[in-house]
């Protein structure tokens, strides 16, 4: 699998601020990477330097081959980029603003396919400030989409929309993986980098504490599968057997955590077979577990740290 | 250049399609100018109200001369004159009337006709007199004694006449309020007619004249004044109140990074914006002399030369603009600004009313300001149709255009740092 972006040791400094500190990643062809973290973690700053929007303080940054820093034009005519907060002209309707990004590029893609694709024809005449949240970002996905690039940067794309919202955006984001795109996005949303991503880097306080695809980044720092089981000596007995790693919880549940799946289900296996009756429930872990243990906290729904 | 121009248009069409963009760009302007030329407009041109009372009378109907000098007066077209009574007594009449505002009287006295004639023979006995005087001096040499007894017998002969004549007082006497901020307008005029009079009485020849010719065809009034001066004020406001939040707004909302990390060039957003600016002139002044040529039948001269100026103009208001907005990341504070450089230069460069009714120091800091070549500039293109007068606005606003275009590169931030 080929390299679309390339990170060594990159850092980036405001004045005494740090925001992106030695951060080194990797991102591959048509793949979907999340870089996933609280607010003022350093997503934008690492993703705007990607962009060429941002010079780097030190470090290396290459996108689809060439250098940030001396080949900005090659990059910029090669990607597309939907900033975080995403604003188009408010005025313009979306076949125009659509048409802008197209102008500016020198380009002339078919229009209609594209809007279509992204559920958008219906919507073209209607101004770009009278649109719902989920569709604004829609078109901004679609104004990425014009130069027909390799690699596209979402800047937190479903940040502050409805859940309904959320799901559209999603479906496109796996739409663009379908077309053979490279998706970059940034999020403080777990459950977008389980649903959506590959691979993901979790990063905070400008550096990358773990990166790696996104099953493995759970397998490895998720905690383990629990099995909880409400049951008398003889489940009690079986689950001391099965693994070091028990506990009892208050009602007489007792919780045994297991490194993967598969011992976790033997272990349900083993329980079902016992002539004790009991309820065994399985906990798979997430993302929300794998932050929790990596960083010892919890990013709630507007992206703080807590 | 097609960047440039896709972003002109967009531009354009976002700013056509905003109501409150549209209202404070043209509404607003068009408001004030009708509003302004009617209530200025009403005076063509400013005649001053003058009483004159007449005590010289023959018979029971004033002088010849008197009357002469009354209608000399009036064709002046300066003074809206009010004869009042002889029999009057004006001091007790001003003191009865406090509405008898500002008032300006000339008094014509008793003998004014007899006296002024008298006199004007003497003068003329002087003249000769003095010419005979001269002739003595220069030629006796080469007269003989009956020619030189003559002369003698002539020149007392003409002395004695001179003082049999009774040459009294023959002077008007003019009462004017200290106040008046007219009287020195009002006295120059009636010392010129003075001069005319004492110049046609003694017969001279004028050896010195002033040719007048006036400027423009027709009489000037108060739109004209105002026309050219809101078109430059208000493509001065659209530059620095607009651009400014325009530019600010379209960097907070994310617009600006949105273009940057397109192949988009820096130079190819500011020509955009330029552009943008220019054109809005344009439909301004368009707009604006329409208005004024339905409304107050102002017909101006529109050439190359007055579309270069509007165009160098809006370059220059909109760098600043573009300045003011790169600098300040909060809009309400990049408007603020935009209003506080704006409006105290829209009040002082004489946009709004002659700048010669502006404090001496505040003329000076008016001829600091740009906007004042521009409104001079543009009135003497459009009104007085001479473009070669407005070759200093020209040069001084080419000069701010070139600094500020710089100023708009050098600030306008393409990248982050
Ligand atoms: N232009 C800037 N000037 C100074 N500090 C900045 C700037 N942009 C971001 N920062 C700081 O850098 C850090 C990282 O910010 P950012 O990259 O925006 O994080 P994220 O996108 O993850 O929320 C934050 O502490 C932020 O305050
Ligand atoms: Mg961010």
Same mark, same amino acid.
């Given at each position: 699998?080929s390299?679309?972006? #390339? #990170?060594?040791?990159?850092?980036?400094?405001?004045?005494n601020?740090?925001?992106?500190?030695?951060v =080194?990643?990797?991102?591959?062809?048509?793949? %979907?990477?999340?870089?996933?973290?609280?607010?003022?973690?350093?997503k934008?700053?690492?993703?705007?330097?990607?962009?060429?929007?941002?010079r780097?303080?030190?470090?290396?940054?290459?996108v689809?081959?060439?250098?940030?820093?001396?080949?900005?034009?090659?990059?910029k005519?090669?990607?597309?980029?939907?900033?975080?907060?995403?604003?188009?002209?408010?005025?313009?309707? !979306?076949?125009?603003?659509?048409?802008?990004?197209?102008?500016?590029?020198g380009?002339?893609?078919n229009?209609?396919?594209?809007?279509?694709?992204?559920?958008?024809?219906?919507?073209r005449k209607?101004?770009? @400030? *009278?649109?719902?949240g989920?569709?604004?970002?829609?078109?901004?996905?679609?104004?990425? &989409?014009?130069n027909?690039?390799?690699?596209?940067? &979402?800047?937190?794309?479903? =940040?502050?929309?409805?859940?309904?919202?959320?799901?559209?955006?999603?479906?496109?984001?796996?739409?663009?993986?379908?077309m053979?795109?490279?998706v970059f &996005?940034?999020t403080h949303? @777990?459950?977008?980098?389980?649903?959506?991503?590959?691979?993901?880097?979790?990063i905070v306080?400008?550096?990358?504490?773990?990166?790696?695809k996104?099953d493995?980044?759970?397998?490895?720092h998720?905690?383990?599968?629990?099995?909880?089981?409400k049951?008398g000596?003889?489940?009690?007995?079986l689950?001391?057997?099965?693994?070091?790693?028990?506990?009892?919880?208050?009602?007489?549940r007792?919780?045994?955590?297991?490194?993967?799946k598969?011992?976790?289900?033997?272990?349900v296996?083993?329980?079902?077979?016992?002539?004790?009756?009991?309820?065994?429930?399985?906990i798979?872990?997430?993302?929300?577990?794998?932050?929790?243990?990596?960083?010892?906290?919890?990013?709630?729904?507007?992206?703080?740290? !807590? | 250049?097609?960047?440039?121009?896709?972003?002109?248009?967009?531009?354009?069409?976002n700013?056509v399609?905003?109501?409150?963009?549209?209202?404070?760009? $043209?509404? $607003?302007?068009?408001?004030?100018?009708?509003?302004?030329?009617? !209530?200025f407009?009403?005076?063509?041109?400013v005649?001053y109200?003058?009483?004159?009372?007449?005590?010289?009378?023959?018979?029971? *109907?004033?002088?010849?001369?008197?009357r002469? +000098?009354?209608?000399?007066l009036?064709?002046?077209?300066?003074?809206?004159?009010?004869?009042?009574?002889?029999?009057?007594? #004006?001091t007790?009449?001003?003191?009865?009337?406090?509405?008898?505002?500002?008032?300006?009287?000339?008094?014509?006295?008793?003998d004014?006709?007899?006296?002024?004639?008298?006199?004007?023979?003497?003068?003329?006995?002087?003249?000769?007199?003095?010419?005979?005087?001269?002739?003595?001096?220069?030629?006796?040499?080469?007269?003989?004694?009956?020619m030189?007894?003559?002369?003698? =017998?002539?020149? /007392?002969?003409?002395n004695?006449?001179?003082?049999?004549?009774e040459t009294g007082?023959?002077?008007?006497?003019?009462?004017?309020?200290?106040?008046?901020?007219?009287a020195p307008?009002?006295?120059g005029?009636?010392?010129? #007619?003075?001069?005319?009079?004492?110049?046609?009485?003694?017969?001279?020849?004028?050896?010195?004249?002033?040719?007048?010719?006036?400027?423009?065809?027709?009489?000037l009034?108060?739109?004209?004044y105002? &026309?050219?001066?809101? %078109?430059?004020?208000? /493509? @001065?406001?659209?530059?620095?109140?607009?651009?400014?939040?325009?530019?600010?707004?379209?960097?907070?909302?994310?617009?600006?990074?949105?273009?940057a990390?397109?192949?988009?060039?820096?130079?190819?957003?500011?020509?955009?914006n330029?552009?943008?600016?220019?054109?809005?002139?344009?439909?301004?002044?368009a707009?604006?002399?329409?208005?004024?040529?339905?409304?107050?039948?102002?017909?101006?001269?529109?050439?190359?030369?007055?579309?270069?100026?509007?165009f160098?103009?809006?370059?220059?208001?909109?760098?600043?603009?573009?300045?003011?907005?790169?600098?300040?990341r909060?809009?309400?504070?990049?408007?603020?600004?935009?209003n506080?450089i704006?409006?105290?230069?829209?009040?002082?460069?004489?946009?709004?009313?002659?700048?010669e @009714?502006?404090?001496?120091?505040?003329?000076?800091?008016?001829?600091?300001?740009?906007?004042?070549? $521009?409104?001079?500039?543009l009135?003497?293109?459009? /009104?007085h149709?001479?473009?070669?007068?407005?070759?200093?606005?020209?040069?001084?606003?080419?000069?701010?255009?070139i600094? +500020?275009?710089?100023?708009?590169?050098?600030?306008?931030?393409?990248k982050?740092?």
């Amino acid at each position: 699998m080929s390299e679309t972006v #390339v #990170v060594k040791e990159l850092t980036k400094h405001y004045g005494n601020i740090i925001a992106v500190d030695k951060v =080194t990643f990797h991102v591959y062809e048509g793949e %979907i990477f999340s870089l996933v973290g609280p607010n003022g973690a350093g997503k934008t700053t690492t993703v705007e330097i990607l962009e060429c929007l941002r010079r780097p303080t030190s470090g290396l940054a290459m996108v689809l081959g060439f250098d940030v820093v001396k080949e900005e034009e090659k990059i910029k005519r090669r990607i597309g980029v939907m900033p975080q907060d995403f604003n188009a002209f408010e005025r313009l309707t !979306v076949l125009e603003n659509v048409e802008l990004i197209a102008r500016i590029y020198g380009v002339k893609p078919n229009l209609q396919s594209l809007l279509e694709e992204l559920g958008l024809w219906h919507v073209r005449k209607r101004r770009f @400030m *009278e649109l719902s949240g989920g569709m604004k970002r829609r078109v901004g996905i679609c104004m990425a &989409l014009v130069n027909d690039p390799e690699l596209l940067f &979402l800047d937190e794309p479903t =940040t502050g929309l409805d859940p309904q919202g959320r799901k559209e955006c999603w479906d496109v984001i796996r739409k663009l993986k379908k077309m053979g795109k490279t998706v970059f &996005l940034t999020t403080h949303y @777990m459950e977008e980098v389980e649903k959506l991503s590959d691979r993901a880097a979790i990063i905070v306080n400008g550096k990358i504490k773990a990166i790696d695809k996104v099953d493995e980044l759970i397998n490895t720092h998720g905690g383990g599968v629990k099995v909880c089981v409400k049951g008398g000596s003889e489940v009690e007995r079986l689950m001391r057997n099965l693994t070091r790693n028990f506990r009892h919880e208050e009602e007489g549940r007792i919780v045994g955590v297991f490194s993967n799946k598969q011992e976790a289900l033997k272990a349900v296996l083993q329980l079902y077979n016992l002539n004790e009756e009991c309820r065994v429930e399985v906990i798979e872990p997430n993302m929300n577990d794998v932050f929790l243990r990596l960083v010892g906290g919890r990013i709630d729904e507007r992206g703080e740290l !807590v | 250049m097609n960047q440039i121009l896709a972003i002109f248009s967009a531009l354009l069409k976002n700013w056509v399609r905003s109501k409150s963009g549209v209202f404070f760009s $043209f509404l $607003f302007p068009v408001m004030l100018l009708l509003i302004f030329g009617t !209530v200025f407009g009403g005076t063509e041109s400013v005649r001053y109200r003058l009483y004159v009372q007449n005590f010289d009378f023959e018979n029971g *109907e004033p002088t010849d001369l008197s009357r002469a +000098f009354i209608n000399a007066l009036n064709s002046t077209g300066a003074f809206e004159i009010t004869e009042l009574s002889p029999t009057l007594n #004006v001091t007790a009449y001003v003191e009865e009337n406090p509405s008898f505002s500002s008032y300006r009287i000339l008094i014509i006295p008793k003998d004014f006709q007899r006296s002024t004639i008298n006199r004007s023979i003497a003068a003329k006995i002087s003249v000769a007199t003095g010419l005979l005087g001269y002739v003595a001096e220069r030629y006796s040499k080469d007269m003989n004694e009956t020619m030189i007894n003559e002369l003698k =017998t002539g020149w /007392i002969a003409l002395n004695q006449w001179k003082s049999s004549l009774e040459t009294g007082k023959n002077n008007l006497l003019l009462l004017i309020d200290e106040g008046d901020t007219a009287a020195p307008v009002i006295k120059g005029i009636i010392y010129s #007619v003075v001069n005319a009079f004492n110049n046609r009485l003694i017969g001279t020849e004028e050896v010195v004249s002033v040719e007048s010719k006036s400027i423009v065809e027709r009489k000037l009034k108060a739109a004209d004044y105002y &026309l050219p001066g809101y %078109i430059a004020a208000f /493509i @001065m406001t659209n530059g620095v109140i607009g651009a400014t939040s325009t530019i600010s707004e379209y960097r907070r909302n994310g617009i600006v990074k949105r273009l940057a990390a397109t192949p988009l060039s820096k130079a190819s957003w500011i020509m955009g914006n330029i552009l943008q600016q220019a054109v809005l002139a344009f439909m301004l002044t368009a707009i604006m002399i329409g208005l004024g040529w339905i409304v107050f039948h102002v017909r101006v001269h529109l050439d190359v030369c007055a579309l270069l100026l509007i165009f160098t103009g809006a370059v220059a208001f909109s760098c600043v603009g573009m300045v003011l907005g790169g600098i300040i990341r909060d809009v309400e504070a990049a408007s603020g600004a935009g209003n506080a450089i704006a409006f105290p230069m829209m009040f002082l460069s004489g946009a709004f009313w002659p700048i010669e @009714m502006m404090p001496a120091y505040l003329q000076a800091i008016a001829k600091l300001l740009p906007l004042y070549y $521009f409104h001079e500039g543009l009135r003497d293109i459009m /009104i007085h149709k001479s473009p070669g007068s407005a070759a200093q606005a020209f040069l001084v606003l080419a000069v701010f255009a070139i600094v +500020f275009l710089f100023l708009a590169i050098k600030i306008t931030k393409w990248k982050e740092l």
